[in-house]
């Protein structure tokens, strides 16, 4: 019971880190604009990520039951995963660098059950395919139809492949986005663009905001129940007084969604909206300065491109990097106005950060499980 509070509280500990360390996403354009004191837009982005964070649970499920075999997670395994995600957590904000807490997360994790699994990476769902029975009725002759719907699921179409399409999505659509409005706005007066635009980029930073926190805090609350899993089957809560029967959670059936409790959902949102009240200063300098020289067109064009990514990746239940979205988003609006515009050697330092994430944090969390063999025998 020890260790699943311990567990419980390092996720906790995980989704304060990832607010503040990821409060860049949703206010480092906003900010960089002048469009809102760094402070406005701080509480607008905890506002909003809280909101976000209570809406679905798809991104929770797959990181709850997607990726790896839970018959090999236990408390322990989910701790050591944990601590990789919050040791690359600390050294990238330490250093400025907008790197992925979702990636660093999936690291962990991954690298943890792989050890203890005594290496077998078989316990890692690479490639999932499932196909269901969808019945319909033809429209033309009344007709019941029955169709197949063929899904993917695992690593590699959920985590693996956006990591490397959703930046370049949020590059060709940021430019795209942005080369129309210069297109659209060419003979409006500078003024009044930034008057205008100043006032849409307080909804796009919102709506961006609530992408983040629909995607983002519930990978931890997938952790937490995850957590909860595997403590339920190996029998840890039997014989638990009958008020803290909530936190049982039996693993879910085949093909069945990772269940995810209301007070999961509420204590997940609420810690990682308190994370973004604390801010993430050092990752706004870097986005919303370093790159390139923003104006409020600028970053409404940026918060838009990555708010529309982050939400529809959400709704398939892909647990994308808001970071790498933004970024890149903001690469696209930047060589929109000219290549030149984008500091491209922060771009490079920012490209290796997210390169090494899951290496790192895998290697870290399988270490640490190791370690912790070797310790306790």
């Not at 690593?155 to 490397?164: A, E």
């Not at 210069?182 to 205008?196: E, I, Q």
Request: with cysteine; proline share 4%; glycine share 10%.
């Amino acid at each position: 019971m020890t260790l699943i509070l311990c567990v419980v509280v390092l996720a906790l500990v995980f989704e304060y880190i990832n607010g503040f360390h990821d409060t860049a996403n949703s206010i480092a354009t906003v900010v960089a604009t002048k469009v809102l004191t760094p402070r406005q837009a701080v509480v607008l982005a905890a506002v909003t990520n809280l909101a976000g964070a209570l809406t679905g649970a798809a991104v929770a499920s797959t990181i709850g039951k997607g990726l790896v075999d839970i018959k090999y997670v236990t408390s322990a395994t989910i701790l050591c995963g944990l601590f990789g995600g919050v040791i690359w957590n600390l050294v990238t904000w330490w250093k400025g660098l907008p790197s992925s807490s979702s990636h660093a997360l999936i690291g962990g994790l991954v690298g943890s059950t792989v050890a203890a699994a005594d290496g077998n990476w078989k316990v890692v769902k690479f490639l999932e395919t499932k196909v269901t029975a969808v019945k319909s009725v033809d429209p033309a002759t009344g007709a019941e139809v029955v169709r197949q719907v063929t899904e993917s699921g695992g690593l590699l179409p959920k985590v693996v492949i956006p990591m490397f399409t959703s930046p370049v999505l949020g590059l060709l659509l940021g430019f795209a986005v942005m080369a129309l409005l210069y297109v659209s706005l060419r003979h409006w007066r500078p003024r009044r663009v930034n008057a205008v635009f100043g006032r849409l980029q307080l909804l796009s930073s919102a709506w961006m905001g609530f992408s983040h926190g629909m995607n983002d805090a519930q990978k931890t609350m997938g952790i937490i129940a995850l957590s909860l899993v595997a403590a339920t089957t190996s029998g840890v809560f039997d014989g638990l007084p009958a008020f803290l029967h909530f936190l049982q959670t039996p693993a879910p059936a085949e093909g069945k969604a990772l269940y995810v409790a209301p007070w999961i959902k509420v204590i997940c949102a609420l810690t990682m909206a308190a994370g973004t009240y604390a801010g993430g200063w050092r990752i706004i300098r870097t986005l919303g300065h370093k790159m390139v020289k923003l104006h409020p067109v600028h970053g409404f064009a940026a918060e838009t491109t990555a708010a529309t990514i982050i939400g529809a990746a959400s709704h398939w239940g892909i647990p994308l990097s808001t970071t790498h979205v933004i970024s890149s988003a903001i690469m696209g609006v930047g060589a929109a106005k000219s290549v030149r515009a984008v500091k491209w050697f922060v771009v490079e330092r920012m490209v290796w950060a997210w390169i090494f994430t899951i290496p790192v944090t895998c290697a870290i969390g399988y270490g640490l499980v190791r370690l912790l063999r070797l310790v306790t025998g």
